[in-house]
């Protein structure tokens, strides 16, 4: 029979001699914590914030890169296909973005990697793939997200990727190679010309080495003036490339035209649930012609600034010079949340607008709709 004392599940759970140490010494360390001054010992070590260092950059192509990350105490494993919060402090202000783990959690060197490709008017992602250099330090969050293949259950993947979407594939692939279980696997991978494919060398090298794997590349600029057309997703490419489609798990990743093609396609086909998409930003609605914006007021920041209808006002702050909370900017964490104080708003996401005053609004995904005025 059971100790009623000894199962007494209400006891408080036993703290490790480091946690009891750090409670002890951060009696002396007021206002901060013993974790701060660590920190300056080794960035890694940092108990209040989990931290990265990078210890290899690798060109993959003309525009992106491969960095490798060595991440602190703190971290924790990760499944093929997630992706997490990297910080990047530039001129002074620190800003977030999401990024695919492109390596496999089977790695035994403790190291993961991000690959990211410089887009057309992306600061951060241009910071990452030419300034930033080994031996610096990146916030990190801890590994999100739900796009990973199933434990439960064999199924027969499609990766349908472009651009540097090919990155949580590249992990999935990658991941049942290290585990020696490659599955019955077709890889539809679009990119502008060849010398642009992410990964291709070692995409070409896998198709080589495991006939399980079957890789179709599209390289759309071949197609010329018929590339929106013959080149972009489209259903009979689809039949031609991979026949079997209805019979597979879906995984698509990629710029949100192919995307929403896809959604289309699969919606008409009555195959939807079998589609498993990773967003890297919000679904927005369009804007109606004869919306206007107007000015924003960061009310505790003294800040005014000029903004138009369809700019999201997180950005607007941060083109304005101020560094507010934010998390993954596409509306789901609720990180960049503020009150409205007056004025009026947009969700991006819908095309509603918001003039509750005092109600929550979240700057990432919101715009200004007229004069308005915020609580940051
Ligand atoms: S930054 Fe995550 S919801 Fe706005």
Redesign the pocket.
């Given at each position: 029979m059971t100790d009623p004392k000894k199962s007494n599940n209400t006891a408080k759970p036993k703290r490790s001699f480091l946690a009891r140490f750090s409670a002890f010494t951060d009696k002396f360390a007021y206002p901060l914590r013993t974790s701060h001054y660590v920190e300056l010992l080794n960035p890694l070590w940092a108990g209040h914030a989990l931290r990265a260092k990078v210890v290899k950059v690798w060109d993959e192509t003309k525009d992106s890169r491969t960095l490798t990350l060595k991440p602190g105490f703190n971290w924790r494993g990760y499944r093929a296909g997630q992706h997490v919060r990297i910080g990047v402090p530039l001129n002074g202000v620190q800003y977030t973005r999401t990024y695919t783990i492109s390596s496999p959690p089977e790695r035994n060197d403790g190291l993961f990697t991000i690959t990211v490709k410089a887009i057309a008017d992306g600061r951060i992602s241009h910071h990452l793939v030419r300034d930033v250099k080994v031996g610096s330090f990146l916030a990190i969050g801890l590994p999100q997200g739900d796009f990973y293949l199933p434990d439960s259950r064999p199924v027969k993947p499609l990766f349908i990727t472009a651009g540097s979407g090919i990155t949580p594939a590249m992990s999935m692939l990658e991941s049942m190679l290290a585990k020696d279980r490659m599955r019955d696997t077709v890889h539809i991978h679009y990119a502008p010309h060849e010398f642009d494919a992410i990964f291709n060398k070692r995409l070409k090298q896998i198709e080589i080495e495991q006939p399980a794997y079957n890789l179709n590349q599209v390289f759309t600029h071949e197609y010329g003036e018929h590339k929106q057309t013959k080149g972009y997703f489209h259903a009979e490419q689809l039949e031609r490339l991979c026949p079997d489609w209805r019979e597979r798990e879906t995984y698509a990743c990629g710029p949100q035209p192919l995307i929403e093609a896809m959604e289309k396609h699969f919606t008409q086909e009555g195959m939807l649930r079998h589609l498993h998409i990773e967003r890297f930003s919000a679904q927005l609605a369009e804007i109606p012609k004869e919306a206007v914006g107007g000015t924003v007021s960061f009310l505790k920041s003294g800040i005014d600034a000029i903004a138009d209808a369809s700019t999201a006002l997180?950005r607007v702050a941060e083109d304005a010079g101020m560094n507010p909370p934010?998390?993954?900017?596409?509306?789901?964490?609720?990180?960049?949340s503020t009150t409205l104080l007056s004025g009026c708003v947009r969700d991006l996401r819908t095309g509603k607008l918001i003039n509750d005053i005092g109600s929550k609004i979240?700057?990432?995904?919101c715009a200004a709709a007229g004069n308005c005025e915020l609580d940051l």
């Open positions: 997180l934010h998390g993954c900017r596409m509306g789901i964490c609720h990180s960049c979240q700057t990432c995904v």
